[in-house]
């Protein structure tokens, strides 16, 4: 499979147990129905090929982004991490934080958005709406502006819940959407049908070594995003991949 030969360089982070890749806003992390090869084939493929296993290789997905939604998404390479990165997700100890790139500047340049959100299954889309709302769920984030181009604005977002299309909902709902995001209400979509949304860095205990890691993903290669790069990032980063790797936790 050509695309486990290919993967290989957008690998932020692995070891036995785990694996943090640079998604492509293309990509898909698991099966859908549009029946396009899931990251999840690509890398067990990859794990298959790297390191000569034979049979099923095991990996398991963590948590997942959005397909038009770049940045680092974490694997599970054994059945203990997996089960432990789990909890962490459920008790909010692997911290999030993400690049938005929205056009309108918001009201307050740092806010905390607390707001109810509910699914629509058959429309794919989640809505803000009444906390008394049948299957309304808590949602709640924390934003900033960290930068600003002539005709943009870059954010800086820490998730606290983890819900549907969150985001990309919450900022639309005070009147910014996202970058090419047609479906949460702007005005044209982006040529590679990507929004720019990215998942810039995972804070986290290792689930099996204990030893903290954070893992930061540079964002995809094209004008804007390299724009905020450099005056965000630091001409000293550019476009390497970063993970710091702790010395072993007292927890």
Known sequence: MSEARNIKKDILYEDNHILVLNKRPSDIVQGDKTK???????????????????????????????????????????????????????????????????????????????????????????????????????????????????????????????????????????GCPIKGDLKYGYKRSNSNASIHLHSRMLEFIHPVKKTPIKIIAPPPDEPLWNHFLANVGGKTENRSQKTEVGRKSRQ
């Open 36 to 174: 396009d090869t899931p990251l999840s084939e690509i890398l067990k493929e990859y794990i298959k090929v790297q390191y000569n296993k034979p049979g099923n290789v095991f990996l398991g997905v963590a948590h997942r982004l959005d397909r038009p939604v770049s940045g680092a998404v974490v694997f599970a390479k054994t059945s203990k991490a997996l089960v432990r990165l789990n909890e962490m997700l459920r008790d909010k100890k692997l911290e999030k934080t993400y690049w938005a790139v929205v056009e309108q500047r918001p009201e307050m340049e740092n806010g905390n958005l607390v707001q109810f959100m509910r699914k629509d299954q058959e429309k794919n889309k989640s809505f803000v709406v009444n906390e008394k709302t049948k299957g309304a769920l808590r949602a709640e984030l924390n934003y900033k502006l960290i930068n600003a181009s002539d005709n943009f604005n870059l954010l800086e977002i820490k998730l606290i819940t983890g819900r549907h299309h969150q985001i990309r909902a919450q900022l639309a709902k005070i």
